[in-house]
């Protein structure tokens, strides 16, 4: 069974600090792998979709990476800002052909000013 | 472009009352889903429609069911609503399994 893990549940950093969220999952057979941000009280939007071709894909001062075989994945945040706050989650698909999402519990980022 | 909308944003039943989510979308999406997010358990896949006229069981779909009523539409109905289904529902769709996914607002919902 695929579980999805974030690690730190939680992270505070200065404003211009560069920094490193971390998703690990246990089945390395996925499809594709997306990372979400997440404001308090509302929905979730797509920052980055990686499919399991590809290593690393990039939207401005994000960047995520993906290694299958370690089942890693790490979204890179450059110069942070204080509206970069959010919760961020990492989700998987399998690449067993169903539709089904996975999902990371995320980790609660806080950039202060 | 109203992307995904759910109706009613918040919502409080009593135990045992049943009550109808809707989610409605406007990008000729193809398959939509019904997640809900409790605190330190993340998103849970209740439900799936691959594409209209199909609906598939996620990691929870007890006490649930769906209805995709058209290419626009997905509902998710609770029959005899328990505490355990106090949760955020989110509504999502995308054009297929390998695009991105694109979330409404969420439904909140409380059962005493």
């Known amino acids: 069974k695929q579980e999805v893990t974030q690690i730190p549940a939680a992270l505070s950093v200065p404003e211009g600090e560069n920094l490193v969220l971390n998703c690990s999952f246990t089945d390395s057979a996925i499809y594709n792998l997306q990372w979400f941000r997440q404001d308090p009280g509302k929905g979730l939007t797509s920052l980055l979709l990686?499919?399991?071709?590809?290593r690393e894909q990039t939207s401005g001062r994000l960047n995520a990476s993906l290694d299958k075989s370690s089942g890693r994945s790490t979204l890179y945040i450059a110069a942070s800002q204080p509206g970069d706050s959010a919760t961020y989650l990492c989700?998987?698909?399998?690449?067993?052909?169903?539709?089904?999402?996975?999902f990371g519990t995320g980790t609660r980022l806080k950039v202060l000013a | 472009n109203a992307g995904v909308t759910q109706t009613p944003k918040f919502q409080v039943l009593k135990t045992g009352q049943s009550m109808t989510l809707q989610c409605a979308q406007d990008?000729?999406?193809?398959?939509m889903y019904w997640y809900r997010q409790d605190p330190g358990m993340g998103l849970r896949l209740i439900y799936y429609?691959?594409?209209?006229?199909?609906?598939d069981k996620g990691e929870v779909p007890n006490g649930y069911n769906v209805s995709r009523l058209n290419k626009r539409e997905f509902s998710l109905r609770l029959e005899s609503a328990a505490p355990s289904q106090t949760s955020v529902y989110f509504c999502a769709s995308n054009r297929g399994g390998q695009e991105t996914q694109y979330f409404g607002p969420g439904t909140r919902l409380l059962v005493l």
């Open positions: 990686i499919q399991s071709s590809q």
């Open positions: 429609s691959a594409s209209e006229g199909t609906t």
């Open positions: 989700a998987v698909r399998h690449s067993s052909g169903t539709y089904k999402y996975i």
């Open positions: 990008m000729n999406h193809n398959s």
